[in-house]
T-cell receptor, first 111, second 112 residues
Framework: GENVEQHPSTLSVQEGDSAVIKCTYSDSASNYFPWYKQELGKRPQLIIDIRSNVGEKKDQRIAVTLNKTAKHFSLHITETQPEDSAVYFCAAIFGNEKLTFGTGTRLTIIP | DGGITQSPKYLFRKEGQNVTLSCEQNLNHDAMYWYRQDPGQGLRLIYYSQIVNDFQKGDIAEGYSVSREKKESFPLTVTSAQKNPTAFYLC???????????FGPGTRLTVL
């Protein structure tokens, strides 16, 4: 069935270091992979997305990589700052246009 | 996502009551979605609608109902059949041109 696995569930990094969150998906036909950031009590906010016709996309300190063969994609945050602390969700779209979300990663930036 | 509104922000329900959560969007999006989020958990799909007057069950539809009479509106009713409704409810919408999904601010429902 449709499944997205996300690891790790929690991640702590020193301010200024990099953070990497990984997701795998089950359906090789998936073609859209967004990442959302959710602060406590707030709505998820789209921070970056990637489509299956590209392997990498960058936006300032944030990048996403996609390996279609292995069916996994990763979020990379460089030069982390305290405001990066939040829960991050990956997602993948499946054939019926539903987004299926990973279980989330709680990222804590240690000052 | 500023074009999606949800009301109320907080809602309290007594056991045995039905309550309706509002979701409105002015983005001219075709598809709309309802998710449930429990504390420290991910997003689970309740119902979705890709076009007016049509909707499909998501992964956890039992105890919920929806309607889609207008493109802009997708209300969710939490019925008394939903035994554990206390959660954060998020509405979202998607443009037909892209797959980008935008979320409303959410409604926090508490059963007293």
């Amino acid at each position: 069935g449709e499944n997205v696995e996300q690891h790790p569930s929690t991640l702590s990094v020193q301010e200024g270091d990099s953070a990497v969150i990984k997701c795998t998906y089950s359906d090789s036909a998936s073609n859209y992979f967004p990442w959302y950031k959710q602060e406590l009590g707030k709505r998820p906010q789209l921070i970056i997305d990637i489509r299956s016709n590209v392997g990498e996309k960058k936006d300032q300190r944030i990048a996403v990589t996609l390996n279609k063969t292995a069916k996994h994609f990763s979020l990379h945050i460089t030069e982390t700052q305290p405001e990066d602390s939040a829960v991050y969700f990956c997602a993948a779209i499946f054939g019926n246009e539903k987004l299926t979300f990973g279980t989330g990663t709680r990222l804590t930036i240690i000052p | 996502d500023g074009g999606i509104t949800q009301s109320p922000k907080y809602l309290f329900r007594k056991e045995g009551q039905n309550v309706t959560l509002s979701c409105e969007q002015n983005l001219n999006h075709d598809a709309m979605y309802w998710y449930r989020q429990d504390p420290g958990q991910g997003l689970r799909l309740i119902y979705y609608s890709q076009i007016v007057n049509d909707f499909q069950k998501g992964d956890i539809a039992e105890g919920y109902s929806v309607s889609r009479e207008k493109k802009e509106s997708f209300p969710l009713t939490v019925t008394s059949a939903q035994k554990n409704p206390t959660a954060f409810y998020l509405c979202a919408s998607t443009s037909g041109d892209t797959d980008t999904q935008y979320f409303g601010p959410g409604t926090r429902l508490t059963v007293l």
